[in-house]
Structure formats: structure tokens, C-alpha cells
């Protein structure tokens, strides 16, 4: 049986910790970080590699900000997005990784232990 953790985490720090996860919890947003792994773009860049429209994107964009995932640099008259936080890519690693080894033990039963059955 697991041991408790000495530490356990308040409620002041278990909110924006959920906060975070429910932004990453939606697909489009995690689309648009893709996009924005190779570096900077624009709104209408993000609308072209996306297909989204520019009130959903920018809709997005606002609530990643807000929690500081990315970051928003004006230049002339455009904006540009950026990741501000880059673990945020070492966290989807971390869940691609698990889910990869999921997926694995599942599929274990299934996995021909004899070539005769073939």
C-alpha cells in the first residue's frame, strides 16, 4: 500500500494546478501548440494551420495566455504567440508516454505467442 505524501497539497495550490489541466484538456488548444513548437506566429498564421476560424482561435489564445502557457509579443500591427512555459511540451510528453505504455500492456493478451497460429 502506498504511504501518504508527507506533503500534502492545499486547496490554494490544487486549484490552479486543475486550472492548467483543464486548458489542456481541450484538443483545439493543444492543436495550436503544435503549431507553435517550431516558434512564433501570428493569428493569421495560427488561422491557416489550424482551420480554425478568428474568433475561435482567438478565443483560445486568450485563455492559454491567461494562464501563462503562451505568451502575446505585439509587433507593428499584429501579434505574435509564443509558448512562454516550453515544459508544458515535457508534460504532453510525460502523458503521450504514459498512454503509450497503456496501450502496450493492453495489447499484450493480444500478441501471437506462437508462429503456428498464423
Excluded: W
Excluded at 490544487?14 to 517550431?38: G, M, W
Amino acid at each position: 500500500m502506498k504511504q501518504p505524501s508527507p506533503h500534502p497539497l492545499s486547496l490554494d495550490v490544487l486549484a490552479p494546478v486543475a486550472d492548467y489541466f483543464k486548458v489542456l484538456s481541450e484538443t483545439s488548444r493543444l492543436q495550436i501548440l503544435n503549431c507553435l513548437h517550431e516558434g512564433p506566429m501570428n493569428v493569421m498564421e495560427l488561422t491557416e494551420a489550424t482551420g480554425f476560424s478568428q474568433a475561435n482561435l482567438s478565443k483560445h489564445l486568450k485563455i492559454m495566455t491567461q494562464v501563462g502557457i503562451l505568451a502575446r509579443q505585439p509587433k507593428g500591427v499584429s501579434a505574435y504567440y509564443e509558448i512562454a512555459d516550453p515544459k508544458v511540451f515535457e508534460l504532453c510528453q510525460v502523458v503521450r508516454d504514459s498512454i503509450g505504455d497503456r496501450l502496450r500492456q493492453q495489447a499484450q493478451p493480444f500478441q501471437l505467442q506462437t508462429p503456428e497460429l498464423v
